[in-house]
Structures are given as structure tokens and as C-alpha cells.
């Protein structure tokens, strides 16, 4: 990484979106000291220039921002960070400094709490459960959900086609993570499809 601090008089903006949802959280500035901070803890540390000092998001609030990436634009004076947030990223209360709050990406969200209820093996997780009762199982309930979206389909009540939709892509979620895919991976196929 190359960043051209001296371009920008010492400070280069630093957009933070959210690794799952690539939802944009906040921008904010630093300086070379600032990401050499961040790049070392692995929590994003900006410089704040009404304080005049370095600052980690989160080192009053406990909202840290977990570095996942840092990427670098085409100019090397701007700067991208992927971020796992710790809570809200605004000191609003909001998930995000431009206060778009948005199911969007949400189901990036819920992949990760799949994967990481699997991983975990609890007794008492459903996803869990099913999970461990094989593909099969989680086959059949996906095409069972299928089922009751195209009959929820068929009526006028919105809210429960709204959930069932909701059941069948929680449980598409399941049978990918046990073909060993992502929904990224799914994507792909679409985007090619497109071009």
C-alpha cells in the first residue's frame, strides 16, 4: 500500500463500509501514523482534526470497527476499509453516519450467523439441528418452504407470503452452507448469466 499523504496535506479520507453488507458506514480522515495504528490493532483509528489527535472509533463507546480489508483507490489518496462494526457506527445510535438504515445486504448478515451457529454445534440452535440431520433434511425443507411460498403465493394475505418468502431464503442459506457455498457464489452465476 502506497498512500500519498503529501498530496493531500497529511490527511487522506478513508471510507468505511461494512465487510457483510458493503452498506457505507462513515468517512473519516488519517494521517500516516493513523493507519499505521489501525493496520497493527486491526480496529480502524482515524485522526481527528477538531481534536487534533489520534482517534479509535470506538475507544469511548465500545463501536470499535474490526478491519477486515484496506484497500487503496487509483490515485493511492483515498483510502477503502471493509469493517466488521461492534455496535453502531454513528455516534447518532444509527448503523450508519449518512443515516441509511436498510435490510440491504442483510442477508450477508445472516449467512455469517448460520455459519457461525454451525460452527458452534449447539443443542439448542435449530439451524444447528437441522444442519447436522444432512442434506436431505435440509433439502426437504427447503422444497417444503418452497411449497408453502407458491401457495401463500396464490392468496392476498402479503404478510405471510412475506414470511414464508423469508422461511425459504433462511433455509437456501442452510442448504448452501452445506453444499460448501456462498451466496456470493450464487451471484456470480447471476452476474455471468447477465453478461
Known amino acids: 500500500m502506497n498512500i500519498n499523504f503529501e498530496k493531500t496535506g497529511g490527511l487522506v479520507p478513508v471510507i468505511i463500509q461494512n465487510t457483510n453488507t458493503l452498506q457505507v458506514l462513515m468517512l473519516g480522515y488519517m494521517n500516516e501514523e493513523a493507519l499505521q495504528k489501525t493496520k497493527s490493532e486491526g480496529k480502524v483509528t482515524f485522526f481527528s482534526r477538531s481534536q487534533n489527535r489520534l482517534w479509535t472509533k470506538g475507544e469511548t463507546s465500545g463501536n470499535f470497527l474490526i478491519v477486515s480489508e484496506i ?105 448452501l452452507k452445506t453444499k460448501e457455498l456462498k451466496l456470493e457464489d450464487i451471484e456470480r452465476v447471476l452476474v455471468e448469466r447477465q453478461r
Open 71 to 175: 484497500l487503496q483507490d487509483c490515485d493511492n489518496d483515498t483510502i477503502l476499509i471493509k469493517a466488521i462494526p461492534q455496535g453502531a457506527t454513528c455516534h447518532t445510535g444509527a448503523t450508519s453516519c449518512f443515516h441509511e438504515e436498510t435490510a440491504k445486504g442483510f442477508l450477508y448478515e445472516l449467512e455469517k450467523v448460520i455459519e457461525q451457529r454451525i460452527t458452534e454445534k449447539s443443542e439448542s440452535s435449530y439451524t444447528s439441528k437441522l444442519f447436522n440431520r444432512g442434506i436431505n433434511k435440509v433439502a426437504q425443507k427447503v422444497g417444503e418452504e418452497a411449497i408453502e411460498l407458491v401457495i401463500e403465493s396464490k392468496d392476498n394475505n402479503i404478510d405471510l407470503f412475506k414470511d414464508e418468502a423469508a422461511d425459504l431464503l433462511y433455509h437456501f442459506l442452510i442448504l
